[in-house]
């Protein structure tokens, strides 16, 4: 979990019989056995230090001819256009025949119902249409007429097609959500060709667990679980225990709460809102998904577990010294790699119509500092997120969930058997200076020793402040541990110098100074050195 990639292997443990049969500890056998067949970690930012693919704006706003092509998947509300399947001229008859003077064109939208098909663009110009479509006003005239089809299963042929062009009552396109565009010729309206049609488009309507009701939602955790149960993405329906996990209605929950932006409106946490064609590569898209909430996503218990973007509110299972089975593996910093102090990359601004622009980087003095001023930027692009200010909130999010650098390894007793991978854990350990200190379970792995069952665990350290746009710098740097600061409490206090005179044996005397002084406060103190000088001289 963080900029870098995760996994966790598929582990497997004795046989089915002894786990649904034993219990140690008063942790079945059988709940163990759920977590050992797991398949990949897939994280928010698992890509994000990968070489970056061509952006997506251009495409998704631009007309493509093409018969036979791939379809586009929309979630949540975006602007934009979609593939010309047929395209077919006829006669306007007036008080004359004007040969091959409209044009027909079916434009796709989506390759499913969609919710809503809003306002209409020509070339990035909204237009006004009036109740049988046609466009008015002084620009377009009435010379274009748009008609929308949300793709219902039910869907009926447009009459006008059928009776303007050789289309006939079949030509339905039920599943299919498009547009109908007729253009009728003028040279002083169409001057530049065929204008590039765009729409907003409300996407898909997916499952809400909390309600039982399948409605459109922009909510980032319930987009995702709608990719993951369909057969154009993970095709998990077939397994439908496989999405029954409480995770995802906790997730939604969080990513409807609302937050306050500067000006004192209110956003969602976290939106899901972006379009990609169904050929794309599909932990590709996956993964571009994810990024709207940072997420983590895995395998276990024969159910996808669903880790959004936040700091749990407990409770928490606690570990201590008594609970380890091994030594502990310790790091406490990061590779200058994985050290990032700043995050830049784009998004798709609803504010400008849906185009992809740069977000403002997000940046810190404090870090750069920390890294001896070398600059180190993060490349994180948000596909599916359509606002600045989420955009930003997510780029600090990671910035600062990359600064929690202590990681441990250890192994653990069948305590840890109640964890799994993204909880949130206690850990105690006073050498360390661990005192119910916060880490996230990245690793979950079971071994066996001399015949003893142990849970091999990676904890990553982690904090409230890391997930709060409101934190600042020190509310990471603060919290590694508790042990004191051995470069504190070194100041010498009440220092008195007496001069005295000591007779030596040869009737000589010796002049000497005694020093004295409160000591200092750090438990850490091995010895002083006194220097000395001349009041005089310059040196000591």
């Avoid at 990949?40 to 001819?65: E, Y």
């Avoid at 590709?284 to 276990?300: A, D, W, Y």
């Amino acid at each position: 979990r963080g900029p870098v990639a995760a996994a966790v292997g598929t582990f497997l443990f004795g046989s089915a019989g002894v786990m649904a049969t034993t219990t140690i500890a008063g942790v079945s056998l059988a709940t163990i056995g759920g977590f050992l067949i797991t398949t990949a970690v897939t994280s928010w930012a698992l890509s994000a230090l990968a070489p970056k693919p061509p952006g997506t704006s251009s495409q998704t706003l631009g007309n493509v001819k093409e018969a036979v092509g791939d379809f586009d998947i929309v979630y949540g509300e975006v602007r934009k256009g979609g593939t010309v399947t047929f395209m077919e001229t006829s006669d306007r008859h007036g008080y004359k025949v004007f040969k091959d003077d409209y044009l027909h064109m079916i434009i796709v939208l989506a390759g499913h119902e969609v919710e809503e098909i809003g306002d209409v663009y020509f070339n990035d110009e909204k237009v006004n249409l009036d109740a049988g479509g046609f466009t008015i006003g002084d620009r377009w005239k009435s010379r274009a007429r748009v008609k929308k089809y949300l793709g219902s299963p039910d869907q009926l042929a447009d009459p006008d097609l059928v009776a303007e062009t050789s289309m006939d009552s079949n030509f339905r396109g039920r599943g299919i959500a498009y547009l109908y565009v007729r253009l009728d010729w003028d040279g002083d309206v169409f001057g530049n060709g065929i204008p590039t049609i765009t729409a907003m488009v409300k996407g898909r309507k997916v499952y809400d667990p909390r309600s039982g009701n399948t409605v459109w939602t922009d909510n980032a955790a319930l987009c995702i679980r709608d990719y993951l149960e369909q057969p154009f993405g993970l095709n998990s329906i077939q397994s439908p225990i496989s999405l029954s996990s409480s995770d995802w209605s906790t997730a939604a929950n969080v990513c409807d709460t609302l937050v306050t932006k500067k000006d004192n409106s209110t956003e969602k946490r976290y939106a899901l809102n972006g379009v990609d064609p169904s050929a794309s590569i599909t932990i590709k898209k996956l993964q571009n998904m994810l990024t709207s909430c940072g997420v983590t996503l895995f395998g276990g218990q024969g159910q996808w577990q669903f880790k959004v973007g936040y700091f749990p509110s407990g409770p928490y299972v606690s570990f201590n010294a008594d609970d380890l089975r091994s030594g502990i593996s310790l790091v406490t910093k990061n590779s200058r790699k994985e050290n990032f102090n700043a995050v830049s990359g784009t998004f798709l601004d609803k504010e400008q119509d849906y185009i992809e622009v740069d977000y403002p980087k997000v940046e810190s003095s404090v870090f750069l500092e920390r890294d001896n001023n070398q600059t180190n930027t993060l490349d994180m692009s948000f596909p599916y997120t359509t606002s600045s200010s989420g955009a930003q909130r997510l780029a600090k999010m990671a910035m600062f969930r990359s600064r929690e650098e202590i990681v441990i390894g250890a192994d653990f007793g069948l305590k840890a058997a109640k964890v799994k991978v993204g909880d949130v854990v206690q850990f105690t350990f006073d050498r360390y200076g661990f005192a119910n200190k916060y880490f996230e379970v990245v690793s979950w792995k079971p071994t066996t020793n001399s015949g003893e069952l142990k849970i091999g665990l990676v904890l990553r350290e982690t904090s409230a402040a890391a997930y709060d746009w409101n934190a600042e710098e020190r509310d990471i740097t603060s919290n590694d541990t508790n042990l004191p600061d051995p470069t504190s409490g070194l100041n010498i206090t009440n220092l008195s110098v007496t001069n005295r005179q000591t007779l030596q044996s040869d009737g000589s005397l010796l002049g000497e100074v005694v020093l004295s002084w409160d000591a200092a406060d750090s438990a850490f103190i091995d010895r002083y050195v006194v220097q000395w000088k001349k009041s005089s001289d310059t040196s000591w």
